[in-house]
Structure formats: C-alpha cells, structure tokens
C-alpha cells in the first residue's frame, strides 16, 4: 500500500512522497554534517567559537524531519514497535536540541541544564534508538548496515554523560554515518510502498 501524500495547505494539493523524502534525505545530510563539527570541535580540532558553538543545535533539530521521513516509508511493517520506537527518539532528539539550544545560549553565566534532565533525555533517547533500529531491522526497509551505524553510534552518544570523551565523540561520528547513509535512502527514492523502497535501497548497493 502506498503511502498517503502530505497535503500542502498553501496550495490545497498533495505533495509527493518523492519531495518529502527528497527533503527529509537534504536536511539529514545537512544534520550529520553538523554533528560531524560538533565533534571535532568538542575534540579540540577545531576552534571553539560563537559560530561552532552554534552549529551544534540545529543538528539536533534537522535530524526530527529526517526521523520523521525514515518512519513514515516504513509505518506499515514497522508496526506499534516502530512508531514507539519513533516517539521516543523524536523525544529524545528535541531534549537534546533543548540541551544544545540551553548550554550554547546560558554559557556564559555558566549554567546549564540539571542532571535530572540530562538523565530523563538520555534514557528516552537511547530507548527510542534501540526500539526505532529494532523496528527498522525487522521492516528490512532501510538499509541495515545503516541502521548498526545509526543504533551503535547513536547510543554511545546518548550515554554521554556515562562513557570517556572518545568514546562519546567516536559514537557521534559513527552515528553521523549512519544518519548519512539513511538519508541518501532517503534521497534515491521515489517513494511508493515499503517494499518498493526497500528494492531501491537493495538495488543501489547491489
């Protein structure tokens, strides 16, 4: 079954899957680019400035759009696992903007915000990365080395608070490759049916 269009309220007519995805494949390179300065910026190869310093939250917030277009070409086969897999990395993705947003702009009277929070935003992120991966291997939609990339960066990140700095900054890139191999899924296809996706994505790493 084909997926139903976003209707596109300024002109009253549907948008095709192929644009959204498109766009959602754009936005998430464009996402793991900025994690990828992130990171090397936290690691000391680049200067810590206002400008770096404020690449880092619009990574997090380009990433929903693009979680958001990685769901919606699976849904079906997905099942309950993966949208609660999707809720809870859309949550925890918009906490980490939230901290991103909070560190960079109260920096310098050098407040941030509380553990508690950190916490909170760690467990749902890296539970939704679990849940949303499971979800997606068993679809077979996606790419599934994307998909290792994605779950095995990703919750080493989430355990920032938890893990020694390499590995932390190790989990963001490797989780940035996994961003970037999804979204170029993302972009080589036309959109239609899960399986219809999943042979486009089978098909251009044959």
Known sequence: M?????????????????????????TGLTGAILIVIAAARRAGLLPE?????????????LLLLTLTA?????????????LAGFVLNHLGLSGLFAIEFLTHALRSVNIAPGRPYFLVVAVTFLAGVLLFTAASWRAGVLPRGALILYATGLSAAALRNSVPEPVYLTGLVVGAAGVLWLSLALLRTTGGSPAKIAAANRASVA
Not at 2 to 26: F, K, Q, T, V
Not at 70 to 81: D, E, K, T
């Open 70 to 82: 990685l769901y919606l070409c699976q849904r079906a086969p997905a099942g309950r696992l993966g």
């Open 49 to 61: 400035t206002e400008l770096t310093h404020a690449l880092a939250p619009p990574a997090s917030a």
């Open 2 to 26: 084909a997926l139903s269009a976003p209707i596109d309220a300024r002109h009253g007519e549907p948008m095709s899957d192929y644009l959204l995805y498109r766009l959602a494949g754009w």
